[in-house]
């Protein structure tokens, strides 16, 4: 009596099922395809950014900013946004001004003396961008300054991005 | 049948760990990459080549079993 229905419904359930699990394999192999496909686009993009050069560019003249002061330009292209800070009398640093956790746009808070993401409250070190607080994984990408003279001159990122 | 759906679930399982490996790997590279350190790309790239065939002759291996009992 309790099998009655499976007289009426033929379904074969054993089966039915075996060929759902292959179904469902195929598609972990196509996606383990993909990572693949990711991995080679990781290593192509590396390969690409080997023999990159970076332009130099005057980003500020000394007298232009106060000390705690800061001044925004871009580099090493028009769309990466760059902070360039003046931390005592001779000491610049500039930074990528996207935060390492969601590319929000970091400022400089002359009080806390650091640079903040107002996003996720993240914080890094004025100093050398390393972070010191909230979730961003990695430093600020750092732009070397060249001093000439009174200008500051933008000549390549650490680590190059 | 029974035989059937055990070798099946045994592999799905097994490209399962496979691709876990292979996801924590990309997530790895990747977030080397961002923070400069490019070498590791190439080597990782090999190891995610490995872990695909490996997935892929395990699909081989449930298609062959299949044919076999066709």
Not at chain 1, 20 to 41: A, E, I, P
Not at chain 1, 44 to 61: D, E, I, M, N, Y
Not at chain 1, 66 to 85: A, H, N, Q, S, W
């Amino acid at each position: 009596m309790s099998s009655l229905w499976k007289e009426d419904f033929s379904v074969q359930a054993g089966e039915d099922r075996y060929v759902q699990r292959r179904q469902f394999t195929k598609f972990l192999v196509l996606t383990s395809f993909g990572m693949f496909v990711g991995q080679c686009w990781i290593l192509a993009k590396s390969l690409l950014h080997r023999g990159r050069t970076f332009p130099s560019q005057v980003v500020a003249r000394t007298g232009e900013i106060p000390i705690g002061g800061v001044k925004l330009f871009r580099y090493p292209d028009p769309e990466d946004p760059c902070i360039l800070v003046r931390i005592s009398e001779d000491r610049f640093a500039a930074y990528s001004q996207k935060c390492t956790h969601l590319s929000c746009a970091v400022y400089y808070s002359a009080e806390s003396r650091r640079l903040v993401c107002p996003c996720h409250d993240g914080f890094f070190s004025v100093e050398d961008g390393s972070m010191l607080q909230g979730p961003p994984p990695r430093p600020l990408p750092a732009v070397i300054l060249d001093r000439r003279g009174d200008e500051l001159i933008a000549i390549g990122m650490e680590p190059a991005e | 049948m029974k035989r059937n759906l055990v070798q099946v679930d045994a592999v799905m399982v097994l490209i399962l760990v496979l691709l876990v490996v292979q996801i924590w790997l990309f997530s790895a590279t990747l977030d080397s990459y961002l923070a400069g350190h490019r070498t590791v790309a190439l080597p990782a790239a090999i190891v995610s080549l490995l872990l695909f065939g490996a997935c892929g002759g395990l699909l081989g291996f449930l298609k062959r079993g299949s044919d076999r009992q066709d």
